[in-house]
Structures are given as C-alpha cells and as structure tokens.
C-alpha cells in the first residue's frame, strides 16, 4: 500500500524471463538489430547461430535437444569445461558477499592473490587483477613503461594481444590495426622465433621498455617457436635490461601440458599475462603478475597505488571463481591430462595428415592443436588468377569447421590472425572417447571435401585446355 511503483517499463523491453523463452528467430532478430549485423551474419553462414541452452563440460545443448562437442574451448577460457561443478558451487558460496566493494580488502581476493604468486614460476609475486586479456595486457604495458621510464614497446609478427587500443598496438595484424591507426607510437614488430632480429631490434634506437610475446601463437596459427626461443629471450632481456613480458592468456592453467607454457622451458618472465580459464570458465577475469623489484617502481608506496586500477577488478565472485578454477586445475591434475591428451590427439591427427595431402601440418603442444590446410591451389589458382588461391586461404579452414559443425555437431574454429587453420583447444577434461569422434568426424569431413577439391580442379583442366584451343 502506498509503495507500490508504476513500472515504467517501454513496449517490447524484454525481462530475463522473456529471454529465457525466446525462439531462435527471435534472438537472432534481437542481435541483427541492436547488436552486430554482420558478426551475425558469419555466425550464420556457419550454423553457429543456433540457440544453446546448457552445457556441461566438453558438451553442449540447443533448445531442440541436440548435443554438441565443444572443442573451441572458449578460445582457451574454458579449461576447466562449461560449468564446472566446484565453480558453480564457489559463487553461490559467496552469494551473500558484498561483489563489489571499493571501500575495503576482500578475503577471497587475498587467497587469489597468494595462490597465483605461489603457482607462478620464480619471483612473480604482485598481482593487478582486472577482467580480460586485453586489459591485462594494458596493465603490462604501462608496468614496464612506468618501472623503466621508457616507451619502445617490441613485440612479434603474428601475436595476438587483445583489441583494445594499446593491445592492438602490440597485435601483429595489419588488418586488425590499419582502421584505427595512428596506435600507440614506438611499437614494432619483430619476427617470432628470431632472437637475431630481436638482438637488432634491442639494439637499434632508444632502449625498449619491453618484449611482449606469447609461449605459442596462439591466434597466429598455433606456432610454435624453435626450441631455446623463450630462454633466448629471457637471456637477451635480462642482458639488454628490457621487461620480458608472457602473455599466457592462452597457453596458460595447463593448456599446453605445463601449469604455465614458459615452465616447459623453464622460463620466468617479469611479467606475465593472465585470463581466459581463470575465471573457470564462468566469470571474466584477467591478471597480470610481476616481480617485487618491478611492481615497487611502477606502483610502490601509496602515491603510486592508485595509478592503475578497474572498478571491477578483483570483484567478489570473479575472485571466487578463479579460487575454485584453480583449485580444480590443480587437484586433477590438468596439465598433466593435456599433455598425454594432447599427444594422443596429435599422433591421431597427423595419421591423418598422412592420408589427406590437404593438410598441410598439424602442430601443437598439450591441447593447443592446429591443423593448416594449404592454401595454394596451383593450377587452380592460375587459371583463376589467383581468385581460388584467396578463396582457399580465407576459407578452407573455416569450410572444413562449417561442416564439423553442421554435420557432426563439434565445435571449433579457425584461428584469428591465420584463418587457414583449425583451432582445436577443447576443455582439458575431454575425453580419449570425444578425441576419437572428432578426429573420425575429421576424417569423413575430409573425404567429401577432398572429392569437392578433386572436382575444381577437373572443371580447371577443362577451362585451361578451352584457352589453349582457343589460342591456336
Ligand atoms: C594471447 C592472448 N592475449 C590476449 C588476448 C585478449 O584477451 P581478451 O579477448 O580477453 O581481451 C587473447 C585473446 O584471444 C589471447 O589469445
């Protein structure tokens, strides 16, 4: 009585309840209008635009009760698989918690703090948490900028560091950066996996504040760097007195069959990048962690303790879900699981490779695989001046995980910065059962699309002996 409000509620606002029950068509009209037209329109092309309702480790539901394999795995983020149990069950432990509380230090958040110095490899001791990899990788920079006093920033061709403004600086993708441009000034681009034209970049003009670089590509194509690489870098680093930063957006919680992927070589970094699977697949979380000696220049004392922070970093619940992430990464043993996974999934792919000439090379450390289709269609590509040649770059590897995905229902896709490669990273509680069905699916997908190529370029010679005829 007395208390009660009008809603004021527009025609057509749609509550969570409304949400719940909207028809496939629906949601697509509701994205296609408000949100991004044309991203719905490629999801389309693909399929993948269908209404998901529940998931469940590697696996996937739509609303019509059709299951689906997951092995794009988040882009890495969900290591742990979808709703992981013990990081569902963390955040209705923390429920009653106030989530966000500038006014105050939490006691999770202090726990998360400690573990992930206590996780990371040598002195990374600091943690800054946030709630992405692209700020993570902001957070990085302006560390190594502040703590040196310097602006070079040098990072490799291929990387891939987030689109934020000074992440995309440091994103070796023309592509991606040309729209936006001018970036941030003093960054450059070096080879990855070239320590020569790393030492010449070191050594050319103003001394860099930092090298950032990923353990793998991940974004680039799954590539992997010749071995020595990272240690390599961290000698010359060190030598040069340049702030190493890893980004283990990607590579890192046991993805690649070590907790972290600079760990196979032993590899401490100043600092390190963190996010994706450390929200346990739940809640966005990103990090970076840094030395004692390095965070004390950039953010020491209370003067400096301000000048880098994030309304929602380091919240209640997204601290509570990296605890329980963690926790499971830790007692089942993840990484150890992604590395014999991943090296049987590897032996069965590259049996394959042996039987289909169209790939090119499978590659990969623990459950960070690609598989590179070839890009050239030769005589093809003549005849067509280069038309096929472009088709089959830009849209092999995505034609290949279309039909993954219509005929046998598994989830994957091509990498961003290389899209002739197949980006397979499915949560690392797969199992050797959902291996086999992706790669036997593989196997059959190949099968048609070989017969498909086998038929372009028949239709080529065809074409190619009409020109000589007529050139006569
Ligand atoms: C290595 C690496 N760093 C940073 C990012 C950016 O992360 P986010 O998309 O959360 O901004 C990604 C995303 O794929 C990544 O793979």
């Known amino acids: 009585m007395g208390n009660e409000t009008k809603s004021s509620r527009p025609p057509g606002f749609q509550t969570l309840d409304d949400a719940l029950v909207l028809t496939r068509a629906e949601m697509i009209e509701n994205h296609r209008k408000f949100g991004n037209p044309g991203l719905v329109q490629l999801l389309g092309l693909a399929g993948y635009d269908q209404l998901f309702v529940r998931a ?61 110095a206590l996780l990371t490899p040598g002195e990374l001791q600091h943690t800054f948490l946030c709630n992405s990899g692209a700020e993570a990788v902001e957070g990085a920079l302006k560390l190594a900028r502040a703590a040196t006093g310097r602006t070079r920033i040098i990072y490799c061709q291929g990387g891939f560091h987030g689109k934020t403004l000074g ?52 974004e680039g194509g799954v590539i992997i760097p010749p071995d020595g690489y990272l240690r390599g870098v961290r000698e010359l680093c060190s030598r040069h007195g340049v702030v190493m930063i890893v980004d283990e957006v990607q590579t890192g919680f046991g993805r690649t069959g070590t907790l972290f992927a600079c760990q196979a070589e032993d590899v401490v970094p100043d ?16 990090a970076f962690i840094t030395t004692p000696a390095l965070w004390q220049k950039a953010f020491g004392g209370v003067e400096k303790s301000r000048l880098h922070t994030s309304t929602f970093g380091g919240n209640t619940r997204a601290a509570a879900a990296a605890l329980a992430a963690l926790e ?5 043993d993840l990484p150890s699981q992604a590395r014999e996974k991943g090296e049987y999934f590897l032996g ?8 289909f000439p169209l790939i090119k090379e ?21 005849v067509t001046a280069g038309v096929a040649d472009r088709l089959a770059q830009e849209y092999l590897a995505s034609l290949v995980s ?13 990498t961003l ?17 959902q291996i086999d069905y992706v790669v036997d699916s593989l196997r059959e997908a190949l099968s048609t699309y070989r017969n498909a190529a086998g038929f372009a370029l028949g239709t080529a010679r065809q074409v190619v002996s009409g020109w000589l005829k007529r050139g006569k």
């Open 402 to 414: 279309a039909q993954l995905f219509r005929q046998y229902r598994v989830i994957c896709a091509y």
């Open 167 to 218: 992440a995309l600086s440091v994103t070796g993708r023309p592509q991606y950066q040309k729209p936006f441009e001018p970036l941030l000034p003093g960054c450059e681009a070096v080879p990855f996996g070239d320590l020569a034209a790393l030492e010449q970049a070191f050594g050319r003009g103003e001394k860099p504040a930092a090298f950032i670089v990923e353990p793998i590509q991940g």
């Open 348 to 355: 069965r792919l590259r049996l394959l490779q042996q039987e």
């Open 362 to 382: 499978v590659r990969g450390r623990g459950l960070l695989i690609g598989i590179e289709f070839h890009s050239e269609t030769g005589l093809l590509g003549k």
């Open 56 to 116: 469940s480790g590697v696996e996937v539901w739509d609303a019509d009760g059709n299951r689906y394999l997951d092995f794009l795995g988040g882009y890495g983020a969900l290591n742990v698989g979808h709703n992981h149990p013990r990081v569902v069950a963390a955040l209705d432990k923390v429920k009653e918690y106030p989530n966000l509380l500038q006014a105050g230090i939490s006691p999770i958040v202090s726990s998360l703090l400690r573990d992930l």
């Open 328 to 332: 499971v990464i830790v007692d089942e």
């Open 417 to 433: 910065n290389n899209p002739n490669v197949i980006r397979l990273e499915p949560p690392l509680v797969v199992t050797y059962e």
């Open 271 to 286: 600092v390190m990048c963190l996010s994706k699977s450390l929200g346990g697949g739940v809640m966005p979380i990103g």
